[in-house]
């Protein structure tokens, strides 16, 4: 089984494709004029490395980020094009922070105090572990956040073989097309036939054109509602809205239903987005840490500047609590505003909860799922006895991120009880024989404040979820709260702000 190749490009499919829509189109895929074999190009030229400065922090700056996690990176990319002068500082001698992508030798040092790994696990440098596993939705808005900075030039993506999720104690896999739906024992056929009425409403649902609503109007009709109307069984409401819409319990359920379908939609449209697809989901060669360095560079490209390994950074805040500089060591630099994980502002966040995580070395691909080499699994909530979902991530030397012939799975969840790696375990019992693995439980924060009155624009920790779409969220927002204007994603608005 061999993943599909990727640049991302501000491209797609011609055909129109069902999904579910039980209306037998397959294999007839329009073909890009851009698209080569197994590949999707870019149109663009290699651009410059990370340019790492020990610059004078006598100077002043529009903006200071602290951490190089993806968050923070990305936000610096951006403000950076928009023509911000940002100073970007870490207290680490590396890039990624909590979404960094390590070795084996530096999991080791990391769980293990330093001890060697085993030789029969491979090469340290043959892997490239990340810390925080998330895959990414094909047409989600990190990808158009991609294309729109033009980061895309120095990042491959690989498609996911395939997304599963968890049904009455069945790893089942996740129909992509309208031949795995006919064959898929999630449901029976008279289910089917409803699921694909449903599916088809929210395909050619179009919030700005009335004519798509069937008289019901999403803002004030409830998500339950609309699953009533329709007349799903449980089970199919557990499986689209966990494995589809993703969502992380049911509390969706009494919400309005517009949000929803605009995730069903965004499931459908992502599996559609580039020919070859067997999930939503694309994922880039040697792992997540590559985001952050895309980034970083995209920054440095349009003057930003870098200094990692600076221990001591204190953000200094003046007497009404506001925001002055950040000093390190006998250097003070002054800015506007400061950008920042959470860690860098212990004392302006508060702790929402915990994820934990185990982190697999498997020698061999993840039982009842078609040896797939990359997928995601969700068990949801109700099928797990649980408050929340559990995520499986898995991949392998398919996406260079670990030696031939060995996976890396990782189980995550939203911690619950006192017990916390217990609570892995209906995921941990999917995986089969571990060869290795390590567990992480991390405390989640958020900002008690959004930034605009003291200056001070703070990243929320990372979820248990093993996509994208909840993080760039949290960007965006940062964004549009710094900026005073939310992103404009088109391909147009790029263009005039590269120019200026």
Request: a negative charge; aromatic letters at 10%.
């Amino acid at each position: 089984m061999f993943a599909t190749r990727y640049r991302l490009c501000a491209i797609q499919s011609s055909v129109p494709r069902s999904w579910w829509g039980f209306v037998g189109v397959y294999g007839n895929r329009g073909v890009n004029e851009h698209r080569q074999k197994n590949k999707i190009r870019l149109d663009s030229t290699d651009g410059e490395g990370i340019v790492a400065t020990d610059s004078s922090m006598d100077e002043e700056y529009d903006a200071v980020v602290l951490g190089t996690g993806l968050k923070e990176c990305i936000l610096s990319g951006l403000l950076s094009v928009d023509g911000y002068r940002v100073l970007h500082m870490d207290r680490n001698d590396y890039y990624g922070g909590e979404s960094a992508s390590l070795n084996l030798n530096q999991m080791y040092e990391r769980f293990r105090g330093g001890s060697k790994p085993s030789e029969s696990l491979g090469s340290s440098r043959d892997y490239n572990i990340d810390l925080v596993p998330k895959f990414i939705m094909a047409n989600g808005n990190l990808v158009k956040v991609l294309i729109h900075t033009d980061v895309t030039k120095y990042l491959e993506f690989k498609s996911v073989d395939g997304s599963f999720v968890l049904n009455s104690s069945r790893v089942e896999k996740v129909p992509a097309t309208d031949w795995e739906a006919l064959r898929s024992p999630l449901m029976g056929l008279f289910e089917k036939r409803r699921a694909a009425k449903f599916l088809s409403y929210c395909q050619q649902y179009n919030p700005e054109d009335s004519s798509t609503w069937q008289q019901r109007d999403l803002d004030r009709m409830t998500m339950y509602e609309l699953y009533q109307a329709y007349g799903l069984q449980p089970m199919t409401v557990d499986f689209l809205g966990h494995a589809v819409a993703l969502h992380q319990d049911d509390q969706y359920w009494a919400q309005p239903a517009k949000a929803t379908v605009m995730k069903i939609k965004l499931y459908y449209e992502s599996i559609m987005r580039y020919e070859g697809l067997t999930s939503p989901y694309i994922y880039p060669l040697y792992g997540l840490g590559e985001l952050p360095q895309a980034f970083a560079r995209l920054s440095a490209v349009h003057g930003g500047v870098y200094m990692l390994d600076k221990a001591g950074i204190e953000v200094v805040y003046d007497e009404s609590g506001v925001y002055e500089g950040v000093r390190c060591g006998e250097e003070f630099v002054k800015s506007k505003f400061v950008v920042g994980s959470p860690d860098y502002f212990r004392e302006r966040v508060i702790k929402t909860g915990k994820v934990v995580r185990a982190m697999c070395v498997l020698d061999h691909p993840i039982p009842g799922t078609n040896d797939a080499n990359s997928l995601q699994m969700i068990l949801p909530q109700k099928q797990v006895g649980r408050k929340s979902d559990i995520y499986v991530f898995c991949c392998s030397a398919t996406h260079n991120v670990a030696p031939k012939n060995t996976w890396l799975a990782f189980v995550s969840t939203t911690v619950e009880t006192t017990v916390p790696e217990d609570e892995l375990l209906p995921g941990l019992r999917l995986l089969g024989p571990v060869k290795e693995k390590f567990v992480e439980i991390v405390d989640v924060f958020e900002p008690l404040d959004d930034g605009k009155t003291d200056k001070v624009f703070i990243s929320k920790g990372y979820d248990a979820t093993s996509h994208f779409e909840t993080e760039i969220n949290d960007v965006l927002d940062m964004y549009e709260r710094i900026t005073g204007k939310p992103l404009d994603l088109t391909r147009s608005d790029m263009s005039k702000r590269q120019e200026a």
